[in-house]
């Protein structure tokens, strides 16, 4: 994605932007085939960009808002990235006993002001000291994001991937129940197609 149409705001004078209007996903049939494609899971939580600028970390959400302070514990990891700037894109989830995420969690969680309790599952970076990357091949970008986070705990997690055998990791996906998958060209700037589970 260009940042001339990414970014909303304009940030600091170094370049990092305020907020990045987040792609969203395109409902199709069946997920697409062939080595070219770059399939993940689709999780059950809220779209959250993590923002770092010199320690000081802020939640995002989709539409701009600022969450930080809703979820304290995971600013506060956000902040201890090895990196003095950078824009992440994810998904803050609720993580049940099996592993499944639930939307309905999270809620629970800050009902109940347990926020500790959730993961932000980080599937993207955008930019990093001083680079916009969002314009990068995403094979690049995610490479690059297991990176700076290769060395990060709960509640930060790395969202893996399957590249190509899209209809096989498809059916698997839902046989196992969850959400559904959201693929992506390997060699594209963000653009995104999801194949939800029925």
Same mark, same amino acid.
């Given at each position: 994605m260009a940042r001339s149409r990414s970014t909303t705001s304009r940030g600091d004078p170094s370049g990092l932007p305020k907020w990045v209007k987040p792609q969203l996903c395109k409902l199709v049939d069946a997920p697409p085939r062939g080595p070219n494609w770059l399939h993940e899971i689709k999780y059950d939580g809220y779209r959250m960009h993590a923002r770092l600028d010199g320690g000081r970390a802020q939640l995002l959400t989709r539409t701009g808002l600022d969450w930080t302070h809703e979820y304290p514990s995971i600013a506060q990891a956000v902040s201890t990235l090895p990196a003095r700037q950078a824009y /992440?894109?994810? =998904?803050? *989830?609720?993580v049940r006993p099996d592993g499944k995420t639930s939307? $309905?969690?999270i809620q629970t969680a800050s009902d109940a002001g347990n926020a500790d309790a959730l993961v932000? @599952?980080? @599937?993207? %970076? %955008?930019? %990093? =000291?001083?680079?916009?990357? $969002?314009?990068?091949? /995403? &094979? =690049? &970008?995610?490479?690059?994001?297991?990176?700076?986070? $290769?060395?990060?705990?709960?509640?930060?997690?790395? +969202?893996?991937?399957?590249?190509?055998?899209?209809?096989? @990791?498809?059916?698997?996906? *839902?046989?196992? +129940? %969850?959400?559904?998958i959201i693929s992506k060209r390997a060699d594209a700037p963000i653009r995104r197609a999801i194949a939800a589970c029925g």
């Open positions: /992440l894109d994810g =998904e803050l *989830c609720g939307f $309905s969690l932000l @599952f980080l @599937f993207d %970076l %955008l930019y %990093l =000291e001083g680079e916009v990357i $969002s314009t990068a091949p /995403l &094979r =690049e &970008r995610k490479e690059r994001l297991r990176g700076l986070l $290769s060395r990060t705990d709960p509640p930060l997690q790395y +969202s893996d991937h399957q590249i190509g055998r899209g209809p096989e @990791f498809y059916a698997q996906v *839902c046989e196992m +129940s %969850l959400e559904g």
